[in-house]
């Protein structure tokens, strides 16, 4: 059988493996070694897993594989060890990933779709609009293809490479589920960035998950969200606040709101005063982002973002400044896919 048409065991459950091991003629139990080898060793061929029979492994190469994104390039950022990888898919699909080092742990950035459909006017992922969406074998791939070139474990999980994770929702929902379970990654150290799609909000709300989300706000006006998201064209900014609400009141994890700081475009005294009005009066935590250049012409803002953060701080509003990770690499979601495909 050609590579391309073998199954990918890396994303069966433990119930799917244990069947695959009863339909080839062998025991229960092969199927929780095999579940072992894949998750906890994360074996990248069978013929690593030595406690399985040599004929149940030839049985399983005639059909299966074991298959991640490849690793093609990878930026090292030598102040902060930041690392942003270029992989490749099965269909030689270019993503990217960032592997950041914190002191409570590592954790990745990770890509959910080729491209992206969403626009966002200060990212370079949404310039050539949405190729496909990736699986939740290929989202979670990129963890173990990170884990293998890099020899850190993950502990935390940000989705805010490139793609809308609630544009993607069924392959995210069953990422999210397959590296609480199968990989061990608590829910609370799993974070997904939306730029605000209202409906799957709600419907994230629904599925009760302890994750973290962070909904891209950037500005309390809605015209000035309509400029740089063109989302904010379809859900405005109430209903945008009040599906945030509902997730709290539904999971009672606290939402963060994403705040690119865009000097002379959204960091006024009056800025401050519409978010007070806004999320004011319900738990928020602002984090404020300094803009990262996509273009040379643009300026970034570190102070711009420290004074803003004194603004809110009067406020009474909660806001943190981002870490700047990798700032001495192409950082930025979407760069380095673009300067590979020359866009
Ligand atoms: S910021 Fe996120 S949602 Fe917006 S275009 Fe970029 S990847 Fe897509």
């Known amino acids: ?45 069978l013929e690593e897993c030595s406690n399985l029979p040599k004929s ?41 990933a960032v592997l950041m080092n914190y002191s409570f742990g590592n954790s990745v950035c990770l890509s959910t779709q080729v491209g992206c459909a969403m626009g966002c ?13 990736l699986t939740a074998e290929e989202i979670a791939g990129q963890i173990i293809a990170i884990e293998n070139y890099s020899g850190k474990q993950i502990s935390n999980i940000v989705l805010m490479g490139m793609g809308e994770p609630l544009d993607n929702f069924d392959n995210v929902l069953k990422f999210i589920k397959l590296a609480n379970q199968n990989l061990n990654i608590g829910q609370r150290h799993i974070t997904l960035s939306t730029c605000g799609l209202v409906d799957k909000i709600k419907a994230l709300a629904d599925e009760k998950l302890q994750i973290n989300l962070a909904i891209s706000l950037h500005s309390p006006f809605q015209n000035k969200r309509e400029e740089i998201l063109p989302i904010a064209k379809r859900y405005n900014i109430d209903q945008l606040i009040n599906a945030s609400k509902e997730y709290f009141n539904k999971t009672g994890r606290r939402v963060t709101y994403e705040y690119t700081v865009i000097p002379d475009f959204n960091n006024s005294e009056a800025d401050a005063l519409e978010l007070k009005k806004l999320i004011g009066n ?16 643009v300026k970034p803002s570190r102070d711009n973002v420290k004074l803003f953060a004194e603004i809110l701080n009067k406020q009474g509003l909660i ?25």
């Open 56 to 96: 149940f492994i030839n049985q399983l190469n005639n059909n299966y594989m074991i298959h991640h994104p490849e690793v093609i390039k990878v930026l090292t950022d030598p102040e902060d060890g930041t690392q942003k990888y270029l992989l490749k898919l099965e269909d030689d699909k270019l993503i990217e």
């Open 1 to 45: 059988m050609p590579l391309s048409e073998k199954i990918n065991l890396f994303g069966k459950s433990l119930p799917e493996l244990e069947e695959i091991a009863l339909n080839f003629g062998e025991r229960k139990f092969r199927g929780k070694q095999l579940y072992e080898w894949l998750y906890n060793k994360k074996v990248l061929n």
């Open 282 to 297: 319900i738990p928020h935590h602002i984090n404020l982002i300094p803009l990262n250049p996509v273009t040379k012409e």
């Open 319 to 343: 806001s943190t400044i981002r870490r700047k990770n990798g700032k001495n690499i192409e950082a930025a979601c979407g760069q380095l896919r673009n300067q590979e495909l020359e866009i």
């Open 121 to 133: 006017t200060f990212c370079a992922s949404g310039k050539n609009g949405k190729d496909r969406n």
